[in-house]
């Protein structure tokens, strides 16, 4: 009995807190060699083989929870290379070690030296390159094989990001809009882990939209869990913004917060977070436009909604960003109730994604234009005119 209790005490302890137990994983840190390079033969001038590098593959549909189950240890050691010996003058070098991250992942150094993204399917990045097989330079001696901690640091690349503070029906909308099946509750902090939906069109288009838990104030100074979700944010199209109407109170030890502080309050939670947030392009949706009285409230604050950048001077600085998020669109809605609202924004989403891809297409080509202009400018002046 004194033996089942401890261990039971034991296990109780050992729990992690909510949020880590999930099983969402957007970090890993693992170590990574490259192979030690093999010893020459000095005598007949042999030449030890080289260590195999390590390379990361991006492959789409992992997550990191696969990479960190195919390899608990978290060590990626790539095999050394062959010392030179009489039957291999030239000693064989080690194999190559490839291993699959997620599409979307960072890789960053302890120092938080960027090592490179992995942003596509097949993509190839060396990350630990193997070391020299013994030469006459080296002494014959192999060198070691490049060896350091490497963390994976995984964004999730969605269209649109979904940002909000807690309750505001951030999960109700992507259900509704969505293939996504949400958790959606009366209580704040309900959505714990990056969420993502398909919103799937009658064309067949498809876009990703990605609810992230909710923000508090304060966030930024990593007060609760949204700050450290933001990250998405940086790799989506799209910030849609959802505040509720009725504004939002974390407790009653806070001060009630009403709807455009709130939104003020995000912009800077963004802007503390990232400067460039503030540059993307986004969308806001009132939401809980079905409550009572919901309707005047809309009406009595509709011109500063249209004007958010003359309310900066309104508020005292610790609520104000220094500037507002440019929002393409601001709309009521009622994400639980009202179907038509939900279709609408789904359609006006689509149209600003539409928008935004081909303003992306054109520059992309003006851009090979001048790069081409440039090239024939070059190409005549170093031969002259070519003569038809
Ligand atoms: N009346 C009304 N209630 C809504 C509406 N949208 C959401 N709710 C309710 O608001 C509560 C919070 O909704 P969620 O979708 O869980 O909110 P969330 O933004 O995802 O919250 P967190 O995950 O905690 O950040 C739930 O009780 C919903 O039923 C709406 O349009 N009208
Ligand atoms: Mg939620």
């Known amino acids: 009995m004194v033996q089942f209790s401890q261990t039971f005490l034991d296990k109780v302890r050992r729990m992690t807190r909510k ?10 840190r693992v170590f990574v060699q490259g192979g030690k390079g ?20 991006g492959t789409e549909n ?16 790539a095999p050394s290379g062959r010392h030179a ?12 070690l490839k291993f699959e991250v997620p599409v979307g992942v960072t890789l960053i150094t302890d120092l938080g030296k960027k090592l490179g993204e992995i942003n596509e399917e097949g993509q190839e990045m060396l990350i630990a390159k193997g070391g020299t ?56 902090f309900t959505t714990v882990r990056p969420n993502v939906g398909i919103i799937t069109y009658k064309d067949l288009r498809q876009i990703s939209m990605a609810d992230l838990p909710g923000l508090i104030e304060g966030a930024h100074a990593n007060r609760g869990m949204g700050h450290q979700f933001l990250k998405h944010v940086e790799r989506t199209k799209l910030i849609l913004m959802i505040v509720d109407i009725d504004g939002f109170q974390l407790g009653p030890q806070y001060p009630r917060r009403d709807c455009i502080e709130t939104i003020m309050l995000l912009i800077r939670e963004l802007e503390l ?17 079905d409550t009572e009285g919901s309707f005047e409230k ?8 249209k004007n958010l950048e003359g309310c900066l001077l309104e508020y005292p600085h610790d609520i104000c960003p220094s500037e507002v998020l440019k929002f393409h669109d601001i709309i009521p809605i009622s994400a639980k109730d009202d179907l038509h609202d939900v279709m609408l924004v789904k359609d006006r989403l689509r149209k600003l994604l539409d928008v935004l891809a081909e303003r992306e ?28």
């Open 85 to 96: 010996s009489h039957n291999f003058i030239l000693g064989p070098p080690g194999e190559d």
């Open 133 to 188: 097989g013994g030469h006459p330079k080296n002494g014959f001696l192999g060198t070691k094989g490049q060896a350091y901690p490497v963390k994976l640091d995984l964004k999730l690349i969605a269209d649109i990001g979904l940002v909000g503070f807690p309750n505001a029906g951030k999960s109700t909308l992507l259900k509704a809009i969505s293939d996504a099946k949400p958790k959606i509750a009366s209580y704040p």
């Open 62 to 77: 992992i997550t990191l929870e696969d990479v960190f189950k195919s390899n608990k240890t978290k060590r990626y050691v």
């Open 361 to 388: 297409a054109k520059e992309e080509e003006e851009e090979e234009n001048v790069e081409l202009y440039g090239k024939l400018k070059r190409s005549v002046s170093e031969r002259g005119p070519s003569l038809v």
């Open 19 to 28: 949020y880590l137990r999930t099983g969402f994983r957007d970090s890993l």
């Open 273 to 289: 977070y990232n400067l460039d947030l503030l540059k993307k392009p986004a969308m806001l949706l009132v939401n809980k436009m």
């Open 38 to 57: 093999g010893n020459g033969l000095p005598k007949f001038g042999g030449v030890g083989g080289n260590g195999g590098n390590v390379f990361v593959v």
């Open 298 to 305: 809309y009406e009595a604050i509709r011109d500063r909604l």
